[in-house]
């Protein structure tokens, strides 16, 4: 067996029409999708695949927050191979009420924050091509101004 690509990402939440509104609404991932069958609340998210991301709603009853807590640390989102476009997003997200945590990884420049239920959301433009001849170079991280 040989993994050839991610194929979707599924986050827990505790209300979909809110995060309909701001995975599609400040994040502008198009909607392909409704499950409102069987006591599943879902909506499904594309970026060119038949789903590449989607949040399903659940209680959020007994859920363990912190960052000791086991479970998904974040979901990243390329927007681009230009510091512009990170800059754009920087705006958009800081008008939207995100708080922000811009990150310099040298192949990447990324902006992390949360998403209304508190899970961990990366956008970022790739700016190096260097991790092909080090791959250990994608393992940099030093906080940045943007």
């Not at 991301?53 to 209680?59: D, I, K, L, Q, W």
């Not at 924050?113 to 991280?141: C, H, L, M, T």
Request: charged residues 25%.
């Amino acid at each position: 067996m040989r993994i050839q690509a991610l194929g979707h990402v599924v986050l827990r939440v505790t209300d979909r029409a809110r995060a309909e509104k701001f995975y599609n609404g400040v994040l502008g991932l198009p909607i392909c999708a409704r499950n409102d069958e069987d006591g599943k609340k879902m909506a499904f998210f594309t970026l060119g695949n038949h789903h590449d991301f989607a949040v399903m709603e659940v209680s959020g009853e007994g859920s363990a927050q912190g960052d000791s807590a086991v479970g998904l640390h974040h979901v990243a989102f390329k927007i681009g191979s230009h510091i512009d476009a990170l800059r754009e997003a920087k705006a958009k997200l800081e008008a939207a009420g995100l708080t922000l945590h811009p990150v310099d990884h040298e192949v990447t420049k990324s902006l992390y924050f949360k998403d209304p239920d508190g899970n961990g959301i990366e956008v970022y433009v790739d700016v190096s091509d260097a991790w092909r001849q080090d791959p250990q170079r994608v393992a940099q991280g030093v906080p940045m101004e943007l």
